[in-house]
């Protein structure tokens, strides 16, 4: 595992800190070993948080995400442990970690966690009808 | 059907039980025998599930699953049995199994089934916007 | 219309009665004929149900709904008509029939009817996050 | 604009008074003038509703959007008025129009508006998992 | 940045006030410069709001939208500032911005911030079901 | 079998005869029984002909599509007789006619016949670059 | 049908006269109407020419298109006039127009005519790879 | 492997021997174990031929790929060995067997075969445009 | 437009000028003003060339494509001024270009430009059948 | 690089040697590292070849190509370098190899190397129709 992740990921104000907004990143390369075999895996991450007073930069972010490559990571655990890192780092009023990852034994895996703030609601959604063509 | 499948069915220790978290296990390759005829049955299986203390192995739920490749099996009772033993093996907060079978006689059978732990209540869910391109 | 359906529609006893659990039943092939033409008409059903005591047999489904095929019916009445038989035969928790007609005149419809037994109240949903990967 | 629209908009009655059902109409072939420009505008239609006494005729309803082909309407005015004529027609439980308009400049607008009878209310929703596979 | 956003984007007065009706516009050729490397940054935006006494104007949308094209801009405090100019231009009763913004260091952003009017409450939806065929 | 098929098919004159053009016509609603099994049988088809003096008349091809609904046909047998009367009737300069059953027996068969009139041949095609986005 | 057609069709002269190369413009709101109904048809267009002295300018092309708007026109005959017009206006190596109209009586109808220069012979073709990932 | 796979595969005569046409037939159930492993193996497979004396009967054809699901076939081996028993039950006059097996160790695996009968010479291909819209 | 364009394309040595080989180069991002109206135009180029000497250098084809940002250019023009800069820079055996530019006026417009070496042929092409399973 | 590749990738005997057959190989999983910056590069590989003697075994494919993980290599040359490797391994009739790299600067890059035995000549196409439905 990297060490002293918290370091590596930098941060930013939040520009609107007012406001509770959401930030959805795509992140397609994530890689680390199966710690079984020694073997590379793959996933594909998804981040959605509400910042409260910081935003994760992405050149950082990018960073702290090939560092895993080389290290041996089980599925669930990882998940966890790269939410952990980011809410230490951004501490967000909301985040959610999406890992999907590639075939392995003709069985695919998703992991999803998320971390909500004490005390923090979100607002009431409002349902807008979804666009019926593309 | 098999015998003692919570035998075959290994589990290891949650990474993170102080969190709810869920994890998506998509098979596209169960098959079975159709009971009436005796000839191959064929689904896709979708399991989802928020463990507890455990979580299941995932070499050997695809030996669980490879074992009803000779077993006769109608489609709304082996979903419903599949996800018995693995609510069993696991004991999960909750667990929804899908069994999307292939067409016969012109038809589309999709069987799901859902178990919660006593007591067991989901956070307030936090409505994310969907990403709006691929 | 088809005399005497509820005849024709076989069932058999619900392999898990203690639970709710869907079944979901898409019908590609659907047909009968336009009562003001003649002329045929083609759709796709969708059978969503939740058992109670009995499941709808599937051979005798495909029956059933091959006995409109010389029948003249308009959508509106044809969809709620099918459900009303289908209820009748399985007296399920809930049931919701979807019909898809193919385009006329360049205006395609859909209808969708639902029955919910006296009484039974769906378990509160768990809202899994979906899939984001195919 | 047509004039008096609801005598062209033909009904007839319910099938199924005794029951909330749902149709979904769906027409790709709107087209207008731009009362700017009087260049032709196009949109995809979809109109939902709830029928109380009485369903709106598919034909009525193909010759009364046809009979916007030459006149002047402006997006967001001519959603309205056409659910509002459609509503004067059919009285139904609860209606919803979609108009989606094909790009202009460079940007696509949908305009969606919706009418609800006094002191109807819908039942409450029963959430089918949605199908996994097509 | 634009000076005096709000002057350029005009507005026309809503056709149908009394009535919370939804217009979605979706504006696929943003582009701004990145203030770290002055190279171009693209995204595709949606708007979607419910208005109260008017409406956005498309010409001076595009206008205002073309005005950021030699301007840098953070993705996060971009779309904050566009949904405030949107809303001191055209005061909706709701109104949800999307910016979905091009790979970056394999990396997709994208970001959604949403204003409601103070006292404004949304009809409680009422959820059709999703056409199932194309 | 329809007796007399070339009677019901109606034709009109060819409006471009100096010219090989290319007329496709899809028709995804023809229906006819299995003879084995007595039950219906589906399948989309797709004619593709280059006309010479003239043109099949498309009610006329609806209603002959129409007249096999209840005649017993063989998947390959079918094909080739369709052309067949297609050819008679028309006399093109060449057609071929694609005939796509739905599943059966968790098996998809296609069948692609062709006629080629005594001493036609094909201009050179000329390979224009595919688009490349939608 | 529009009268004088050559004088709508502006033209401005071939950049690039030294070599072949393929202009491909997409027109999806064609519409006329039908000669034996009087109701409109739709259709998409594709224009793909190698042009030689001259090519079609858009607006003209537009407003070409806009003028058969309220004609009658059957598919065949409209496909190879407007071709003709074409022809006539820009005078090309090579150009195919592709007509793909909108589904009446359940039939889908495209129809595709080509004009070759004499004399004119394409460069044989070179063929790349497709791509294989979106 | 199957013993006498040829008494397996039953055939009816060709309905039109005077004509070339072509037989496409998807069987996306085939399966085999791996006799490396002794684990099941999965692969769609896709028979396209044209028949000259002799066409293959389906249900013979669903029986004889049935027959491998607990035998050892290696991927290469077996596509070819099925490709052999058709061309021996059929004898046509051109024949291809396309395996897609499902991945593998991150790998997925298509073997193709054809046969062609001595003196056959496929009549010249007439390129049709293809179609442009869905 | 950019001057001196060969300048800013670099290239690097062809690593196997004894084999030809292509390479496809995919720019979402490429975006001009239109000289008529100034407004901003927007296009996706694909790139398509088997080298000789020498590659094009990416990171300096990012920055020519650049260079276009705030330059006025006709579609077919600038479609063919770029084939002939970066023949001029690479000096390739064969090279495609293709422009696929955004919608304007309803009508979306592609262009496509090929140069091929005096003497060059390219080697007879193997047809491999395409990939059936996603 | 590697040393001695040709030692890891193992073959074993062609099963059918005396037909041209094809072996389609996909490997959704190449990663290395960019020469210049040292961060990581993905890439999707297609093996596409005819055999001769011999076939590669899929398990020292899969080291094979593991062994790029953690090397710096150019997309040209990489591409190249692993065809020659697979060539000299397997000496197949005829090979391609397709590397299709993630987008890097906003640019996708696509590589396509073949190689053909001396003498050996592709069995003259027979174009099948392609299937038209899914």
């Not at 199966?34 to 073997?39: E, V």
């Not at 909301?94 to 075939?103: E, G, H, K, S, Y």
Request: charged content about 20%; aromatic content about 10%.
């Amino acid at each position: 595992m990297p060490s002293q992740p918290s370091k590596i990921l930098d941060t930013f104000p939040n520009p609107q800190p007012d406001r509770d907004f959401t930030i959805h990143i795509r992140i397609p390369e994530f890689s680390c070993l199966c710690p079984a075999t020694g073997q590379p895996d793959f996933a594909e991450l998804h981040l959605q948080y509400v910042p409260d007073g910081t935003c994760v930069e992405l050149k950082s972010l990018k960073n702290y995400i090939w560092s895993y490559r080389n290290e041996g990571a089980y599925h669930e655990a990882v998940t966890n442990r790269i939410l952990g890192d980011l809410v230490a780092a951004v501490n967000p009023r909301f985040m959610r970690l999406t890992a999907d990852f590639n075939v392995r034994g003709g069985i695919y895996t998703q992991v999803v966690a998320e971390h909500r703030a004490d005390g923090w609601t979100p607002a009431p959604r409002v349902d807008l009808p979804p666009p019926m063509r593309d």
